[in-house]
């Protein structure tokens, strides 16, 4: 079975710590993709980052960065210097290159604090 | 940049009422997706839609749950009969291309739909 845990519900740091959300996934396909996304509080899915299976290289873009790690089925997101602006729900997905479905987990809430 | 817009934002009803959700797609795309979100819980796939027809389906998208795409725009969401428990977020997503290899879904803002 697929699945996507986020074991962080809820998150509170104080402005400008870096915080980091933890993803593990769970699929026995070879082929797959994961994503992040951030839901503000006004209620849209806001894309952060796709990554598929093949491509263990880490990201960073701005103040984001990822960590993909096949051995652990990690894919874990830091946000570096957090703003108040970065406090939302932030969603780790999967998506089986077989499927049209994109599996989300149940979101971790991220409070940034002034 | 194009989007996934879609209409209304918020729909309130009473249980027992049909309802219809609308997106309208980005116009170049080939597949269509409605996902839900019932309020702090997780977003849950639905149903994807492929050439005038169900492509995939979720074992929640049961017999009281239709999709339709009624002209070249827009893709509707019927719920038939709606219940309490249908008060969540629907999303709706399109892509260039489906499953196989990989097509970004874009998302669409959400409806709201709360059932009375």
């Known amino acids: 079975a697929q699945k996507v845990t986020q074991a962080q519900t809820e998150i509170s740091v104080v402005e400008k710590e870096d915080v980091t959300l933890d993803c593990v996934y769970e699929?026995?396909?070879?082929?797959?993709?994961l994503f992040w996304y951030k839901q503000p509080p006004s209620g849209e899915l806001v894309f952060l980052i796709r990554?598929?299976?093949?491509?263990?290289q880490n990201e960073i873009s701005g103040r984001y960065s990822w960590n993909f790690q096949k051995s652990t089925s990690s894919f874990n997101f830091t946000i570096t210097a957090s703003q108040v602006v970065d406090s939302a729900v932030y969603f780790c997905?999967?998506?089986?290159?077989?499927?049209?479905?994109?599996?989300f987990g149940k979101g971790t809430r991220l409070h940034i604090l002034p | 940049e194009p989007e996934v817009t879609q209409t209304p934002s918020h729909q309130v009803t009473q249980m027992g009422q049909e309802v219809i959700l609308r997106c309208v797609p980005i116009?170049?795309?080939?597949?269509f997706y409605w996902y839900r979100q019932i309020l702090g819980q997780k977003v849950e796939f639905l149903v994807s839609?492929?050439?005038?027809?169900?492509?995939?389906k979720s074992e929640i998208f049961d017999d009281q749950f239709s999709v339709e795409r009624p002209d070249g725009s827009n893709f509707t969401l019927k719920i038939r009969s709606t219940k309490l428990e249908d008060s969540a977020m629907y999303f709706c997503?399109?892509?260039?291309?489906?499953?196989?290899?990989?097509?970004?879904?874009?998302f669409g803002p959400g409806t709201r739909l709360t059932v009375l």
């Open positions: 997503a399109s892509s260039p291309e489906g499953g196989g290899h990989y097509n970004e879904q874009f």
């Open positions: 699929t026995r396909d070879t082929t797959y993709y």
């Open positions: 990554r598929n299976s093949f491509d263990e």
């Open positions: 997905a999967l998506k089986m290159n077989r499927d049209d479905k994109i599996i």
């Open positions: 116009s170049n795309h080939l597949y």
């Open positions: 839609f492929y050439n005038n027809e169900i492509s995939e």
